[in-house]
């Protein structure tokens, strides 16, 4: 079975200075797919930024970032200009290939991390 | 395009009672995914259904079972209520359930057992 660790239960961050959210996760798995998604205190979880894993090159959604280290198996979140609005718990996902009998529908979280945003 | 709609957002049962949960997916999404969020065990994996079938179980005991309509709405009951089930139930949807696709969630329904 596939796990996630983020072992950041708690960062902050000045407002427009960058910070980095950390993940590892474990599989035997070689394609796959990684997310991370940011719940606020409305609690919809929203998808922040997603990784194939056959992809080298790490992906970037406007002011965020991947650096994706497969080998390491590390997936951490770079968020560059931090914005009061950033403030919120971030997950990191891991999804198998698919497969309908054990994995379809199915991702597995980290315990989250939660990001305080200070003015 | 309207999102993910769950209800209700907030329900407070008491030990032994049974509960039903709605979650109306994207319109045209054909996945449903529910989960289980509490501080302890953080986001855990119920079941999909696709097509009216469910085609993926988490770990989790008999009494929670779930559901899934002609048009896609899936509902989730659990019977037999027992404190530890006090939680936030997260809906999530998607086109086909396929690992490529990410997953929208609801704002999910708060449950509290007293």
């Known amino acids: 079975a596939q796990t996630v660790t983020q072992s950041q239960p708690e960062m902050s961050v000045q407002e427009a200075e960058t910070v980095t959210l950390s993940c590892t996760y474990d599989?035997?798995?070689?394609?796959?797919?990684l997310f991370w998604y940011k719940q606020p205190p409305s609690r919809q979880m929203i998808l922040v930024i997603r990784?194939?894993?056959?992809?080298?090159q790490n992906a970037t959604e406007n002011r965020f970032s991947v650096n994706f280290q497969k080998a390491a198996k590390s997936f951490s979140l770079k968020i560059s200009d931090s914005q009061l609005g950033d403030a919120a718990m971030y997950f990191c996902?891991?999804?198998?290939?698919?497969?309908?009998?054990?994995?379809?529908?199915?991702?597995?979280f980290g315990d989250g991390t939660t990001l305080t945003v200070k003015p | 395009k309207a999102g993910v709609t769950q209800t209700p957002r907030y329900l407070i049962k008491t030990r032994g009672q049974q509960v039903t949960l709605s979650c109306s997916p994207i319109?045209?999404?054909?996945?449903v995914s529910w989960y289980q969020q509490t501080p302890g065990q953080g986001l855990q994996f119920l079941f999909e259904?696709?097509?009216?079938?469910?085609?993926n179980k988490g770990n989790f005991p008999g009494r929670f079972s779930g559901r899934q309509f002609s048009n896609s709405r899936s509902e989730m009951n659990v019977s037999t209520l027992e404190l530890g089930d006090s939680a936030l139930y997260l809906c999530?949807?998607?086109?086909?359930?396929?690992?490529?696709?990410?997953?929208?969630f609801g704002d999910g329904t708060r449950l509290s057992i007293l």
């Open positions: 990784q194939e894993a056959y992809k080298q």
């Open positions: 319109s045209g999404h054909r996945s």
């Open positions: 599989t035997s798995e070689s394609d796959y797919y």
């Open positions: 259904y696709f097509s009216e079938t469910q085609r």
């Open positions: 996902a891991y999804r198998s290939e698919f497969s309908i009998n054990t994995n379809a529908g199915k991702s597995t």
């Open positions: 999530a949807s998607s086109l086909l359930g396929q690992p490529n696709q990410p997953q929208h």
